[in-house]
């Protein structure tokens, strides 16, 4: 890396917008649970509900969001999403009185954000040179995990000082703040304009995808590791609960060390030259994998020792599911031209939602029929066998590589 991205100004000013919406959407998060919760007093089938209102538009809307990216200026799309989003978030200060209403903002919001994300990423594409681009991609990853750790603290902070109506007002602020940032970045660079039918545009990124047999398969292994970790986070509560008597405070330090993990691993990417990121796929798959396992392990000590030893598998848990995650982005974005980020990254959101909701749905359903603890060890089993499977595979196309060489 010849060049520091710091001394690229576009993508500075990408990053602080980044920042002022990523700590925005998660800050809504926690304030929407919050509301749902306490002042709308949601049972459980309605937040299970209020959460598929959230993730269900990404699985829908990301393919096409991310096709509208690649045909109109990405600039003026993410303002226009940031835009969207500020307003829906005022609309929760003067419109909110049931969980109806609730969900259909969610649901709202969510489809914002999903123009967002492939817009952000084609973004990045065209500001960061070939030798920036690692460090740049997993900069964005730690913004991305930052206000996922840092964000519902702050939310849960400025909830303790002011009242519900202030905080949403100061999340809508902060999206206003992330374009007010933008309007100093330059035009995106022409995209050339197709004839394409809409259900065409709309199956591109999936097929585009299917011909990088890399990405493909680099993509598999995210959807099949975000499944997997939903089918465990949905059930975390209850594990814990099962499990020890300060399953609260245990909680919350294991989400937080998880976050941490993540964001420690975006930084070891962002200062590592990635070469063959299908060997960080495997080798974090196969170290999620056995952090789960030993998770059950640690169940069966003395719960002073639980308490320490859960968030450190967490910790290792999250590390890994950031080197699965982030050294995925940065092939991709390494690999494809700029003129197919967005409708392939908007197939990738949509793959990884998919993932994300039935793992959500099936979690419940197999811990009820089997247990919380099965869950765990089906899941660490599950990702420590598809590192094998990777293993063998990745094997078997370097001997062919090498084969093919030598005639």
């Known amino acids: 890396m010849t060049e520091t991205v710091w001394r690229n100004k576009p993508y500075g000013l990408m990053i602080v917008s980044?920042?002022?919406?990523?700590?925005?959407?998660?800050?809504?998060?926690l304030s929407a649970l919050t509301i749902a919760g306490v002042h709308l007093n949601a049972s459980s089938i309605e937040m299970s509900l209020l959460m598929l209102a959230f993730i269900l538009p990404q699985l829908l809307i990301s393919p096409i969001a991310g096709s509208l990216s690649d045909r109109f200026d990405r600039k003026r799309v993410i303002i226009f999403s940031n835009i969207g989003r500020s307003v829906?978030?005022?609309?929760?200060?003067?419109?909110?009185?049931?969980?109806?209403?609730?969900?259909i903002i969610m649901g709202l919001l969510s489809t914002f954000s999903s123009l967002f994300i492939p817009a952000k990423n084609g973004k990045l594409k065209e500001i960061l040179s070939d030798d920036q681009l690692q460090q740049g991609v997993a900069i964005s990853g730690m913004i991305d995990?930052?206000?996922?750790?840092?964000?519902?603290?702050?939310?849960?902070?400025?909830?303790?000082?002011?009242?519900?109506q202030s905080l949403f007002l100061f999340i809508s602020g902060s999206y206003v703040l992330s374009v007010l940032t933008l309007l100093f970045l330059n035009k995106s660079v022409p995209i050339e304009q197709t004839e394409e039918k809409p259900a065409v545009s709309f199956s591109q990124g999936f097929r585009e995808i299917r011909v990088h047999t890399s990405i493909y398969t680099g993509?598999?292994?995210?959807?099949?590791?975000?499944?997997?970790?939903?089918?465990?986070?949905?059930?975390l509560v209850i594990f814990l609960t099962q499990t020890m008597?300060?399953?609260?405070?245990?909680?919350?330090?294991?989400?937080?060390?998880?976050?941490?993990?993540?964001?420690?691993?975006?930084?070891?990417?962002?200062?590592?030259i990635l070469v063959h990121f299908e060997k960080?796929?495997?080798?974090?798959?196969?170290?999620?994998?056995?952090?789960?396992?030993?998770?059950?392990?640690?169940?069966?000590?003395?719960e002073e020792l639980m308490m320490v030893l859960i968030p450190i598998c967490f910790l290792f848990g999250g590390g890994a599911f950031g080197c699965v995650l982030v050294s995925f982005q940065i092939y991709v974005q390494k690999t494809i031209p700029v003129q197919s980020t967005g409708r392939i990254f908007g197939a990738i959101s949509s793959v990884t939602s998919g993932a994300s909701i039935f793992g959500l749905l099936l979690g419940g359903v197999k811990a009820e029929l089997f247990g919380v603890h099965f869950v765990y060890f089906v899941v660490g089993t599950a990702l420590v066998?598809?590192?094998?499977?990777?293993?063998?595979?990745?094997?078997?196309?370097?001997?062919?590589?090498?084969?093919?060489?030598?005639m």
Do not use: H
């Open 280 to 302: 960080y796929q495997r080798v974090a798959t196969s170290v999620l994998g056995c952090s789960f396992l030993f998770i059950l392990v640690v169940s069966v000590l003395p």
């Open 18 to 29: 980044q920042t002022f919406s990523s700590f925005a959407d998660w800050m809504f998060l």
């Open 245 to 272: 008597q300060s399953a609260e405070q245990t909680l919350g330090m294991a989400i937080a060390a998880s976050g941490f993990g993540t964001l420690i691993a975006a930084f070891y990417l962002s200062k590592k």
């Open 88 to 103: 829906v978030v005022l609309c929760v200060v003067f419109a909110v009185f049931s969980m109806w209403q609730l969900m």
């Open 385 to 406: 066998l598809l590192s094998l499977v990777l293993f063998i595979k990745q094997r078997a196309v370097a001997r062919r590589n090498r084969e093919n060489q030598t």
């Open 145 to 164: 995990n930052a206000s996922k750790v840092l964000g519902p603290s702050l939310s849960g902070f400025l909830l303790a000082l002011f009242s519900t």
């Open 219 to 235: 993509l598999m292994v995210l959807a099949t590791c975000m499944f997997f970790l939903q089918l465990v986070d949905s059930q």
